[in-house]
């Protein structure tokens, strides 16, 4: 794949997400209560686009299959629907089957939001879930994003399961929780 095809790519992906994730409402997608959205109407928004005439089902298949490079898997097709597997930012709460994590899950955060973690735990701000990490190199990565000096919080998600805080787990390499009570995070000082 040459640099520009992984351009468009990434592009596309990024697209996908703000109509998947953020504002189907804005281009009149029918979400269901899980995420679901049909794939023809998906398409026929993108070639509805100048910038996106070119995106085929097969582009498509290849940013939910390999997504951007990074690791991260973000959306699924099944039974030719599509849904955004995470990062859910509009009114529709998204249900998702709930699951046991793992002892220990990772948060990467700024240095800035941390007063506020330890007052009132992780709560989702913009979205409609805490996004945690099963590996601390993921919440770096997580961090970064917010600052050059990303601060990975350690999360007892075992403990705080088994205190009756639900979790769901939409991909390999996110959970998710609506809220982590401060009780259950940790921080290195």
Not at 70 to 84: H, L, P, Q, S, W
Not at 144 to 171: D, K, M, Q, W
Request: with cysteine; net charge neutral; glycine share 6%.
């Amino acid at each position: 794949m040459t640099a520009n095809d992984r351009r468009r790519l990434i592009k596309l992906s990024k697209f996908l997400a703000l109509i998947l994730r953020h504002q189907p409402e804005r281009f009149a997608l029918p979400v269901d209560e899980h995420g679901w959205a049909p794939l023809s109407e998906v398409l026929e928004i993108l070639n509805g686009l100048p910038n996106f005439r070119w995106a085929t089902r097969a582009d498509v298949m290849t940013v939910v299959e390999e997504g951007s490079g990074d690791g991260k898997t973000r959306f699924e097709v099944r039974d030719n629907r599509i849904r955004a597997l995470y990062g859910h930012s509009f009114d529709q709460i998204i249900v998702h089957e709930p699951c046991v994590p793992p002892p220990i899950l990772y948060h990467g955060t700024s240095l800035r939001a941390l007063a506020a973690i330890r007052r009132e735990g992780l709560k989702p701000m913009e979205r409609q879930y805490v996004h945690l990490s099963p590996d601390e190199e993921m919440a770096i990565q997580v961090g970064a994003r917010h600052g050059a000096e990303p601060i990975v919080l350690t999360v007892r998600a075992g403990a705080a399961h088994a205190n009756g805080v639900p979790f769901y787990c939409p991909s390999e390499t996110v959970y998710l929780a609506t809220h982590i009570p401060p009780r259950f995070v940790e921080w290195n000082e």
